[in-house]
């Protein structure tokens, strides 16, 4: 049932703008090192930029092993999940590259890709993740449950207001310090300002 597509077409397009959550697989070289599935959304967050061009949105959080694993060796896959209606899974991969929000190249593209995030707190914007995606497959999804959609949770939001209210945007450079200098496995994520590595 599954097929490979030449290119990210509009039926494509579409289906994905209607997805709540997505997420990313990626993996560190070393044999030993750990593979990482991190959810992201909402897809408010996510764009398809061109047929072989995605980018999302990168939010300040607890961990940083998609960062780490692209800046090593760029391997990424995004797949998106039908949870209500016909069933269907769609997988992008692909090679992601990190442009980090003091990349003069940041700006040009979350203007570009006209992110719609849930709130608006643009300090907490860590990247945007571009990626080049080389294999475009959908597969049936069978062993997806049907779930329905009750909203966003307002957790992340007022984690940053609150650091914010706190200590400023210091405190987000120092929570990204703590938290998304490095991999679990020790690769490189952002640098100690918070930022590019």
């Given at each position: 049932?599954?097929?490979?597509?030449?290119?990210?077409?509009?039926?494509?397009?579409?289906?994905?703008?209607?997805?709540?959550?997505?997420?990313?697989?990626?993996?560190?070289?070393?044999?030993?090192?750990?593979?990482?599935?991190?959810?992201?959304?909402?897809?408010?967050?996510?764009?398809?930029?061109?047929?072989?061009?995605?980018?999302?949105?990168?939010?300040?959080?607890?961990?940083?092993?998609?960062?780490?694993?692209?800046?090593?060796?760029?391997?990424?896959?995004?797949?998106?999940?039908?949870?209500?209606?016909?069933?269907?899974i769609l997988r992008l991969h692909g090679r992601g590259e990190v442009v980090f929000a003091d990349d003069p190249r940041f700006g040009e593209l979350c203007a570009r890709a006209g992110f719609d995030p849930p709130h608006e707190i643009e300090v907490a914007r860590r990247a945007v993740i571009v990626v080049a995606v080389?294999?475009?497959?959908?597969?049936?999804?069978?062993?997806?449950?049907?779930?329905?959609?009750?909203?966003?949770?307002?957790?992340?939001?007022?984690?940053?207001?609150?650091?914010?209210?706190?200590?400023?945007?210091?405190?987000?450079?120092?929570?990204?310090?703590?938290?998304?200098?490095?991999?679990?496995?020790?690769?490189?994520?952002?640098?100690?300002?918070?930022?590019?590595?």
């Amino acid at each position: 049932m599954g097929k490979v597509f030449e290119r990210i077409d509009e039926h494509q397009r579409e289906w994905i703008s209607r997805r709540e959550l997505f997420f990313v697989g990626t993996a560190p070289l070393a044999v030993d090192g750990r593979v990482n599935v991190s959810p992201k959304g909402p897809t408010g967050t996510f764009r398809v930029l061109d047929d072989h061009t995605v980018a999302y949105l990168d939010m300040v959080g607890s961990g940083a092993e998609t960062v780490a694993h692209l800046r090593e060796n760029g391997r990424i896959v995004v797949m998106f999940c039908a949870f209500d209606g016909p069933p269907r899974i769609l997988r992008l991969h692909g090679r992601g590259e990190v442009v980090f929000a003091d990349d003069p190249r940041f700006g040009e593209l979350c203007a570009r890709a006209g992110f719609d995030p849930p709130h608006e707190i643009e300090v907490a914007r860590r990247a945007v993740i571009v990626v080049a995606v080389e294999r475009i497959a959908d597969s049936c999804g069978y062993g997806v449950p049907l779930m329905s959609y009750e909203g966003e949770r307002p957790h992340a939001e007022k984690a940053v207001e609150k650091k914010l209210r706190v200590g400023g945007e210091q405190a987000l450079v120092d929570y990204m310090v703590e938290k998304n200098t490095v991999s679990i496995d020790g690769l490189p994520a952002f640098d100690a300002g918070g930022r590019s590595g």
